[in-house]
C-alpha cells in the first residue's frame, strides 16, 4: 500500500440557486467551489475527485459541468439528483470533494452558502 503524504479528506457544502438556468448554476458552483477551496487552503491539485447532487428542480444544467468550466478537467466528477423528499429546501446544489490535505478532520470547514445554511445550522455556531 502506497504510503501518503497527507491523509484524505471529504469536504461538503452545498449552495441554493435562485432559478434553474445555466447560468446562475454555474455561478453558485463557481461561488460553492472557492468557498470550499478559499476555507480549506485546498488546491486544485489537492482534489481527488467531486460529487455533486442537486435537487430535482435543478435540470438546466450539470453542476459537473460547471466545475469543469471553473478549470477542473482533469478531476474525476460525478453528477446525481438528491431524493425528492417532502418538504426539502428547493433548488439545492450538493458536493462531497475527497482532498488530500493536512488539516485533520476537526479543521476542515464545510461550507453551506446561502439558504444552504438551513441544512447544517449547526456549524454557525463558530
Given amino acids: 500500500m502506497p ?3 497527507r491523509p484524505v479528506r471529504a469536504i461538503r457544502g452545498a449552495i441554493t ?3 434553474d ?4 448554476i454555474r455561478t453558485a458552483v ?3 467551489l472557492t468557498a470550499i477551496m478559499d476555507e480549506n487552503d485546498v488546491a486544485p491539485a489537492d482534489v481527488i475527485s467531486a460529487l455533486f447532487t442537486s435537487t430535482p428542480d ?3 444544467e450539470f453542476p459537473a459541468h ?3 468550466m471553473f478549470g477542473w ?10 431524493l425528492a423528499v417532502p418538504g426539502a429546501l428547493p433548488r439545492c446544489l450538493r458536493v462531497m470533494l475527497h482532498v488530500e490535505t493536512a ?3 476537526g479543521e476542515i470547514k464545510h461550507q453551506y452558502l446561502r439558504d444552504s445554511v438551513l441544512l447544517r445550522a449547526d456549524l454557525l455556531a463558530d
Avoid: K, M, W
Fill in 21 to 24: 438556468e445555466p447560468g446562475q
Fill in 66 to 68: 460547471a466545475a469543469r
Fill in 3 to 5: 504510503n501518503h503524504p
Fill in 103 to 105: 488539516r485533520q478532520r
Fill in 17 to 19: 440557486v435562485p432559478a
Fill in 30 to 32: 463557481f461561488e460553492l
Fill in 73 to 82: 478537467t482533469d478531476i474525476p466528477l460525478i453528477c446525481a439528483q438528491e
Fill in 58 to 60: 435543478l435540470t438546466s
